[in-house]
Structures are given as structure tokens and as C-alpha cells.
């Protein structure tokens, strides 16, 4: 008899993070804008937990002017002050100093003219998909070859805040990985979603 069909044991039963679990991880992202904000929010959960972050993500979205990063871009040292005020984020100036960085990063990139953010990303899978077909939750690994890969290409691009365990987190949120287990409901889901 075949095993009954479970949500991945990570998301526990939180609202929030069953919610996340089954409408966005693992759903292939391919606007440029969007990736910047999940990187950057992938970046303050750097020594956090995952839901600490989307409880705060609101908050987040508000104190960083939508995470558009044009706007992001031209914050100064008064918007610092502001976000090291704002006791809705984390308040860590190391991390705010990055997601600005980062915003300007990102404009170098898209201001290149070789293609796109995504592109830089997504080419460290093909530019598609990777299901992985995990069986079990000691199947998960922290890093991969790929991440290791594009949190070098990041630094290399003055990113901030993407080491290669940050960024494999990253790619299996966005969809650049299907790391949903086999007997979860959400990987047959991704896996018709994923890029081809």
C-alpha cells in the first residue's frame, strides 16, 4: 500500500509556515524583482529561523519601500538610522548594509546588459529546474555544488550576505530546485510548475 501523501516535515503546523510550504517554496521564480527580495530576505535569516522572517516579512516589505530595488538603491544613512529604529525587522546594520548593497548590486547587474538577474541566477541550473526526488528529510543538504557556484558568482558581482548554504535556501524557495520529498502533495505540484 503506498505511503498516504504528507507535507515536508519542516513546516511543522504553524499557519504561516504551512501556508508558505504550500503556495510559494518551491514555485519557480523568474521576476527579477522578486528575487532580489527573497534574496534579501534569505540573507536576514542568516542565524534565524525561516519563520521568524515571514511573520516579520510585512514588516520587512514596509521598512524597505516594497523591496523595489531602484528605490532600495538610493537609501542613505538617515533610512540606516530608520531601519535600525524599526523594531518590526531584524536590526542587525551588517544585514541592512547588505540589502542596500545588494539593491545596488542588482542595478549593476540589470544595468550590464547581459541579460537579466535571473539570468545571472538561473544559469547555475540550466535554466531550469532541478528535481532532486528526496525520499527522505536526510536526503537535504545544506549546499550544493550549484549554490556554491552562484554564491560566487554573487560575490563576484558585490552581493552580500549569499554564502553557499544562504543561497541553496534560496534556490529551493524559488524553484530552482523541486526539494519538496517525493511523498509530499506540493512536489508533483512544482514539478508541473517548474522551468523546462
Known amino acids: 500500500m503506498p505511503k498516504k501523501a504528507e507535507r515536508c516535515w519542516w513546516c511543522g503546523t504553524d499557519p504561516t509556515y504551512v501556508a508558505y510550504h504550500d503556495t510559494e517554496w518551491g514555485v519557480p521564480v523568474i521576476d527579477d524583482r522578486a528575487l532580489y527580495a527573497k534574496l534579501v530576505l534569505d540573507g536576514f535569516q542568516a542565524g534565524l529561523s525561516w519563520l521568524t522572517i515571514l511573520r516579520k516579512r510585512p514588516a ?3 521598512a524597505f519601500k516594497g523591496f523595489v530595488p531602484e528605490r532600495v538603491a538610493r537609501f542613505t544613512d538617515r ?3 530608520r531601519l535600525l529604529g524599526d523594531a518590526g525587522i531584524i536590526r542587525s546594520r551588517a544585514k541592512i548594509d547588505a540589502a542596500i548593497g545588494n539593491a545596488r548590486a542588482w542595478m549593476k547587474v540589470m544595468d550590464a546588459g547581459d541579460g537579466s538577474f535571473r539570468d545571472l541566477l538561473w544559469e547555475h541550473v540550466g535554466h531550469r529546474t532541478i528535481d532532486l526526488k528526496l525520499a527522505r528529510p536526510s536526503d537535504v543538504r545544506a549546499q550544493t555544488p550549484q549554490s556554491e557556484s552562484l554564491s560566487k558568482a554573487l560575490k ?8 553557499p548554504v544562504i543561497v541553496h535556501a534560496f534556490m529551493q524557495a524559488v524553484g530552482m530546485f523541486n526539494e519538496h520529498l517525493i511523498t509530499c502533495p506540493r512536489h508533483r505540484a512544482c514539478a508541473k510548475l517548474a522551468r523546462r
Open 60 to 62: 520587512f516589505e514596509r
Open 79 to 81: 533610512d540606516v538610522q
Open 156 to 163: 563576484k558581482q558585490g552581493f552580500k550576505f549569499c554564502g
